[in-house]
């Protein structure tokens, strides 16, 4: 735990499911006050709430699409407005769908791009709007992957997107170091969340990821849950513009582990 943490106000991305709803529910036990983006999930969402405030938590759900400008605005000023401050902002929200380079869709690459990457701009950019007007020093963590690093074939538009965003948190890292806004990204490798639950379903591609994974298994979502608290925690004061992977070793180069190469 982090006493640092407790009152302060956090905007999750994406936050219903998976990934977003694992820092959701770190974020609460953590006692900081919590903004809920979804994008269609309001039943799961609204529920959310409803837990956290019967746990004497403070939370709201807001609906919205990243991926536009406005919707992004009105996220920042919810939190604002609920909870009279904002001091963390995690762009979590992502999508993916493979598809051969050659056979890609324009579509599915813009939106791919407009989600991954545009999104965490128009995120990162309304957090750092409230956070220079007040002269605070605020945290914002983006969600990359090891396919910042790892080229991942039919998964172009994905790795370009989550290249963009390992160097998009840097510059802002440069960028608002003076002011004391700390901006870094985390790195998940392989985790069991509703984005690959088909994926996973299947025993030989289950096994097929888990033969790249040094520690040998698929990672859960409070263990990316674990690292985010660290990194908006002052635990971590001293980092910023840095991806922490947390992959089990994924970005190790597994296939040299027996020696060979
Ligand atoms: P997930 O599908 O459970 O979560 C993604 C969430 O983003 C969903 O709730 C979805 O509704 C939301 N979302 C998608 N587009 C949106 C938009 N335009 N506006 C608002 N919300 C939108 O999957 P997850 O694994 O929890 O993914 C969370 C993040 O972690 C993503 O950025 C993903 O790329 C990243 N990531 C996941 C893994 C993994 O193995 N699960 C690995 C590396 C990186």
């Not at 088909?198 to 096994?207: I, L, V, Y």
Request: hydrophobic letters at 45%; glycine letters at 10%; aromatic letters at 8%.
């Amino acid at each position: 735990m982090y006493d640092d943490l407790k009152g302060k106000v956090a905007v999750v991305t994406g936050a219903s499911s998976g990934i977003g709803a694992a820092i959701i529910a770190r974020f609460v036990k953590e006692g900081m006050k919590v903004v809920i983006n979804y994008l269609r999930e309001k039943d799961v969402a609204d529920e959310m709430v409803r837990i956290i405030k019967k746990n004497h938590g403070d939370a709201i759900a807001i609906q919205g699409n990243i991926d536009k400008e406005k919707d992004n605005i009105i996220l920042a000023k919810a939190a604002i407005d609920a909870f009279g401050d904002l001091d963390v902002w995690v762009n979590n929200a992502g999508h993916e769908k493979p598809f051969a380079t050659h056979e890609m869709p324009l579509s599915e690459w813009q939106s791919v791009i407009d989600t991954n990457l545009t999104g965490v701009f128009l995120g990162s950019r309304e957090a750092l709007r409230y956070f220079v007007d007040k002269e605070k020093k605020g945290n914002i963590i983006n969600m990359s992957s090891v396919h910042e690093l790892i080229p991942w074939p039919t998964f172009a538009h994905y790795a370009a997107s989550k290249g963009g965003v390992k160097l998009l948190t840097q510059t802002m890292a440069m960028e608002y170091a003076p002011m004391g806004i700390r901006i870094n990204a985390i790195g998940p490798g392989a985790i069991d969340t509703p984005i690959n639950s088909e994926k996973f379903a299947d025993p030989d591609q289950r096994e097929s990821v888990e033969s790249l994974i040094p520690l040998g298994y698929i990672g859960t979502a409070h263990e990316i849950a674990n690292v985010a608290a660290w990194l908006a925690s002052a635990e971590s004061s001293y980092v910023t513009g840095a991806t922490i992977f947390a992959d089990g070793g994924m970005t190790l180069y597994p296939s040299f582990q027996a020696g060979n190469g």
